[in-house]
């Protein structure tokens, strides 16, 4: 590589993944990322406006990196996050709550409400007691039993990422975030 693009830069993350003609790459990281979710592939998405709609000029305007829909309403949020800070887990419920619930227009019943998945690539960890670098909630109670499955939210640490062996695209693809701008060709092989 002979000049070097930090991909978790929020303008080059956003040309990656919010701009049309790289439709193929967003979807290839959605597929990757969310292949157990999924019931079959993604094979289409509409880039959509990044700002989640108000409903007074009161409440807070939240403007997100990359918003998609597929062919089956499914709503898709992606964001790079370069630092973590104490208050960041209230900003990533608070977004998905935002797309979720935009969904519900007057006179539509709960039910049309569909998935709603949040991913975030986070730099730094936000998960300290946990080594694991790849995390999903959803609406759980304290034995694990789903009150709905509508999605979730996904946190990928990259920081916590030390896989040499790369196995699976979505691997594939936290290798790409979290040392992309020193990566050659060779790094991609699998």
Same mark, same amino acid.
């Given at each position: 590589?002979?000049?070097?693009?930090?991909?978790?830069?929020d303008c080059v993350?956003?040309?990656?993944? *919010?701009?049309?003609e790289n439709r193929d790459l967003l979807i290839h990281f959605l597929n990757a990322t969310l292949i157990a979710e999924l019931s079959g592939p993604i094979v289409w998405?509409?880039?959509?406006?990044?700002?989640?709609?108000?409903e007074t000029r009161l409440d807070k305007l939240s403007v997100v990196d990359v918003k998609a829909v597929d062919?089956? *309403?499914?709503?898709?949020?992606?964001?790079v996050q370069v630092r973590s800070y104490g208050h960041l887990p209230y900003r990533i419920a608070h977004t998905w709550c935002d797309i979720y619930s935009a969904q519900l227009q007057s006179g539509k019943d709960?039910?049309? &409400?569909?998935?709603?998945?949040?991913?975030?690539? &986070?730099?730094?960890?936000?998960?300290?007691?946990?080594?694991?670098?790849?995390?999903?909630y959803k609406l759980r109670d304290e034995f694990g039993r789903l009150l709905l499955d509508n999605g979730g939210i996904?946190?990928?640490? &990259?920081?916590k990422f030390r896989m040499e062996r790369i196995e699976t695209d979505e691997q594939r693809w936290i290798k790409f975030f979290r040392d992309g701008e020193s990566l050659n060709d060779e790094a991609y092989l699998l």
């Open positions: 590589m002979k000049h070097p693009i930090d991909p978790k830069v993350f956003k040309v990656l993944f *919010g701009d049309p998405v509409e880039i959509i406006d990044l700002h989640n709609a108000r062919h089956h *309403g499914r709503i898709f949020q992606i964001e709960y039910p049309s &409400l569909l998935p709603t998945y949040s991913i975030w690539l &986070l730099a730094e960890n936000l998960i300290q007691d946990d080594a694991g670098y790849v995390h999903n996904y946190l990928l640490e &990259l920081e």
